[in-house]
């Protein structure tokens, strides 16, 4: 028990000193001079001072309290049983376990033996206040121990997790009976696998001392089957209990979620109705979460009738289990709806909520939201960390990404392995590699794919290759086991440097050495890696020989590999089902009509625009966008609203030299358009986003500083071209992430070798 070294209490004052000595000759014969019980000293009784030590008690006010009676105790004012009692209970409550033991020890040195339930209080005060040493030494030392006694000392060792001292005290009980509250409580502290075996030890104990027909006990041994992932057991005790509660129900549809079993929750909260039982907010919230789960939105609208039939949509525990519900269902309004319904929501909730705007592609409104929870001081947590590095990452807003960074890492709400593999996702998608290699080597011994995965994607698409291989072989020596995205990292790196015989390799081992079963991704993977590299027949003959259905994505990838090699023939084909499976895909129009004007056939390219208008095919606006002093400059195609925009189409003027001499007629994706203007005449009235956006880079930033750009389509073959110029005669390096991956120019050189 803790010791007190300079509180102990002053010592009980003399009382009379100078009355005369008593005359034990005047005492009768028949009074035993033996006391039967000892007696505290006789103080004045202080009821005034007792109400006032009791108020203070209730009013949470310990130290006030403490202080109180020490005052007392100067005034030989006697501390009443019930104020020790209620000031225990008090310190109990707000875990004032140092004020509770000065107090007891001044208990001790007037009542050498209280009342069991006083021994009692200062029991619970030390099991709540999570002080096992000193509760055990006060239960040891207490003279009188009742079943009470017991039942807390077992219940604080099973609540902490100590199951073997618990199992060891119920088996020293001799002369006390334990109670179905006592079984109850180590059982429910069983909740893995790992206590099964004693659980049914505890089961048949309790079929023992005939305690198995109690309701608690009852639901007590199915909850603990169904945590510890015996379903079979759990359902033979709910088929076996002749009256079954709420809490039996919710405990058995507690097992099915375990083991993934959503169908099965789903029927037992209909038979639930059925059977006529009230139902809780716990039931609402599991059943919701095996919605969420099956993503079933038709069943959830029903579920959600029922709540706010009962008037339960403001509860919390059923509010944010609704919110994402409608979030895994990519039903963003109704999952909005659903949130303003909750009178008090927590982190969970505005996690669910800032999740399901992020997935919804709403990133502006997540943090929006964000900063708004900030402002108003909010409870924050992990998750919510996670989204917003996802949302920075989606947007390229590095600025607030590491801003978000900071501040998750002052309150130390940096979720392992996902809020760090999102934060090093997104400063590699932001452009700021070394960031992303700094979160990457902070993290102790990474022994997860989940992080390895992030950082080689990382510098697979900015296009170094050779270093997100050599990180990928550093993984496989840290005995960690690639997962399915590790080796979609891993093909795009070598697609980005031309490995073709590696990547075939790697696509081979995946199932034989790694265990991972490739999917259509792994081997579409591959068919652009044929395309890209000239071996047309090899990437149509694995389209057609591979385990999967072609989808849109085989075909254009086919389709790009033609175009780039000019062949018009098995261009045409890819074409041809590019538009069976998607006739709205702007891309493959694109894509054919420069394979018609490549190879002459004007007349077949002007029927390919024509068939564009006719469909009213647009292509997203072309945009590209850069941050400067941590505001956004966007650009779109022939931009004219930039405020600087005489300055930076002036800029642009200085490389008129670096036109296309050939003139060749090829669409790019910032030309498409309905209005039949072919690329040449276009070009002449407009200047590409990109162009724009470097041109803005070079009179906003300081010499040889690096020009970072973010860009939503593909960049073209010109503005390739004229970055790599400019990076020569400017010795600026420049940064563009198109819609495909990174180019970092630098001295009239890109990353990607001119492959991409």
């Known amino acids: 028990m803790s010791t007190i070294s300079n509180n102990q209490p002053p010592p009980p004052p003399n009382k009379n000193p100078s009355t005369k000595p008593p005359n034990f000759s005047q005492i009768s014969s028949k009074v035993s001079l033996k006391p039967t019980t000892p007696k505290p000293p006789l103080l004045h009784q202080g009821h005034i001072e007792n109400i006032h030590l009791i108020s203070l008690s ?55 033996s209280p009342p069991v339930y006083i021994q009692n209080r200062v029991l619970e005060m030390c099991c709540r206040c999570g002080s096992l040493t000193d509760a055990r030494q006060m239960f040891d030392e207490m003279s009188e121990r009742n079943l009470a006694s017991w039942g807390m000392i077992i219940s604080a060792y099973a609540r902490a997790g100590r199951i073997k001292e618990a199992v060891k005290l119920v088996s020293s009980m001799e002369s006390v009976k334990p109670d179905v509250l006592i079984f109850v409580s180590i059982l429910q502290a069983l909740v893995d696998s790992w206590g099964i075996r004693l659980g049914k030890q505890i089961h048949s104990v309790v079929i023992k001392h005939g305690l198995i027909g109690d309701v608690k006990m009852g639901t007590a041994v199915l909850n603990m089957y169904a945590k510890c992932g015996w379903l079979e057991g759990a359902k033979l005790v709910f088929n076996q209990m002749n009256e079954k509660n709420v809490v039996a129900w919710t405990s058995l549809m507690v097992g099915y979620m375990k083991v993934e079993k959503s169908v ?46 009962l008037g339960m949509a403001h509860e919390v525990s059923v509010g944010t289990p609704l919110v994402d519900l409608y979030v895994k269902c990519a039903s963003i309004e109704s999952a909005s709806r659903a949130f303003n319904y909750i009178s008090e929501p927590n982190a969970f909730s505005w996690s669910a909520l800032i999740t399901g705007y992020s997935q919804a592609g709403e990133f502006d409104e997540c943090l929006k939201i964000f900063k708004n929870l900030k402002s108003m001081d909010v409870e924050l947590n992990s998750f919510i960390y996670t989204s917003i590095f996802q949302a920075c990452s989606a947007i390229t807003d590095v600025s607030l990404g590491s801003q978000a960074h900071g501040d998750a890492i002052k309150r130390g709400l940096v979720s392992y392995l996902y809020g760090e593999s999102a934060m090093i996702t997104m400063y590699a998608k932001c452009g700021r590699l070394d960031d992303a290699r700094q979160v990457f080597e902070s993290v102790r011994k990474p022994t997860d794919n989940v992080i390895w995965t992030a950082i080689i994607a990382g510098y697979a698409y900015h296009g170094n290759a050779p270093e997100a291989l050599r990180l990928f072989n550093r993984m496989l020596s840290c005995n960690v086991r690639p997962n399915a995205i590790t080796f979609v990292a891993v093909l795009t790196a070598y697609n980005y440097c031309g490995l073709i015989e590696e990547a075939k390799q790697c696509l081979d081992s995946m199932s034989s050495k790694y265990g991972v079963e490739p999917s259509i991704h792994h081997y579409n993977c591959m068919i652009d890696i044929y395309a890209r590299g000239g071996l047309l027949d090899e990437s149509f003959t694995m389209i057609k020989n591979m385990p999967f259905e072609p989808d849109v994505m085989s075909w254009k990838c086919l389709l790009g590999g033609c175009a780039v090699h000019k062949n018009f023939k098995m261009g045409k084909l890819a074409a041809e089902n590019v538009l069976l499976l998607d006739p709205n895909d702007t891309s493959a129009y694109v894509l054919m009509f420069n394979l018609h004007a490549s190879s002459g056939q004007w007349e077949e390219a002007g029927r390919v625009r024509k068939l564009m208008s006719q469909k009213n095919l647009r292509k997203e606006v072309s945009c590209s966008w850069m941050y400067v002093n941590g505001k956004v400059h966007r650009f779109v195609v022939g931009d004219r609203h930039h405020p600087q925009a005489n300055e930076i189409h002036t800029k642009l003027k200085e490389f008129d030299h670096l036109r296309n001499a050939k003139r060749e007629v090829l669409l790019s994706a910032e030309e498409v358009g309905g209005d039949g203007v072919l690329s040449e005449r276009k070009e002449q009235l407009l200047d590409h986003s990109e162009r724009l956006a470097i041109a803005y880079g070079l009179i906003s930033t300081g010499k040889g500083s690096r020009i970072t750009i973010f860009k939503n389509l593909r960049a073209c073959n010109d503005c390739h071209e004229f970055a790599k110029h400019v990076s020569l005669v400017t010795e600026h390096e420049i940064v563009v992430r198109d819609a495909n991956r990174f180019h970092h120019f630098k001295s009239g050189v890109c990353s990607c070798g001119d492959y991409w």
């Open 264 to 309: 099965d929750v789903v029927d037992l909260f209909f038979a639930i109705i059925n059977e006529g039982i009230e139902l809780d907010e716990y039931v609402f919230s599991i059943t919701l979460k095996a919605c969420a789960a099956l993503k079933n939105k038709e069943i959830g609208r029903q579920i959600h009738a029922y709540v706010l039939k």
């Open 58 to 112: 209730k009013q949470g006010k310990t130290q006030q309290a403490w202080d109180f009676i020490t005052q007392m105790h100067t005034s030989n004012v006697s501390v009443h049983l019930q104020s020790y009692d209620f000031l225990l209970k008090t310190c109990a409550d707000f875990g004032h376990l140092s004020t509770g033991m000065l107090v007891h020890h001044h208990m001790k040195s007037f009542y050498k």
